[in-house]
């Protein structure tokens, strides 16, 4: 099935509308233009367009049931043109079609391979299609899942330190921003 992307729009009505525009920590680099933050709360223009930023759809909101988020934090395109975010307070991974429909819910909350504490950033690897997840406290790792959410591998427990950002190169090769001891790993 080919989906087209989404537009950076929808990427930004996801995680504003979700946190009452009060908690958004991520988007999605469009191959047009990059989103531009006013203090990190709320996406107002485009650059280098300089546009007012126009949603084309609008879905989720607050709660624990699936389609609703409770702390969005991370938020992805899949090499399926799918949007995949991070539901970190309800400890799981929430993927959307262009308009808002649930395809996908996966997550249980818990430390063991495959369980997720807390997911806070996700990418998307553009040469195997799956999803790397990186966890904040207390556990400090990375989780891979497949495109359909099954567990694959978790590493990085006591050696990653407040992942806060997460990207795939062209390789499939995993970066990993920790924020306490300001360093990127690879």
């Known amino acids: 099935m080919d989906f087209p992307l989404p537009s950076p729009n ?5 995680l504003a509308q979700a946190t009452n525009f009060s908690y958004c920590a991520g988007l999605v680099k469009h191959e047009l233009c990059s989103p531009v933050s006013d203090n990190g709360s709320f996406f107002r223009e485009f650059s280098p367009m300089k546009r007012k930023l126009n949603y084309d759809v609008n879905f989720g909101s607050f709660g624990v049931e699936d389609g609703q988020f409770s ?9 399926d043109g799918l949007i ?11 993927v959307f079609d262009e308009i808002g429909c649930l395809k996908l819910a996966f997550g249980v909350s818990g430390s063991s391979p495959g369980q997720m504490l807390y997911p806070n950033c996700i990418a998307s690897c553009p040469v195997t299609g799956n ?9 400090h790792q990375v989780q891979v899942y497949s495109s359909s959410g099954h567990f694959i591998r978790r590493f990085g427990q006591n050696l990653i330190q407040f992942p806060r950002g997460v990207t795939v190169d062209k390789n499939g090769n995993i970066i990993v921003v920790e924020c306490k ?3 990127v790993s690879d």
């Open 71 to 79: 702390e969005p934090a991370g938020i992805c395109v899949t090499t």
């Open 181 to 183: 001891v300001s360093n």
């Open 10 to 14: 929808v990427v930004a009505k996801v």
């Open 84 to 94: 995949a975010v991070t539901d970190t307070k309800n400890h799981r991974v929430q």
């Open 131 to 139: 999803l790397v997840i990186t966890e904040r406290t207390p556990v």
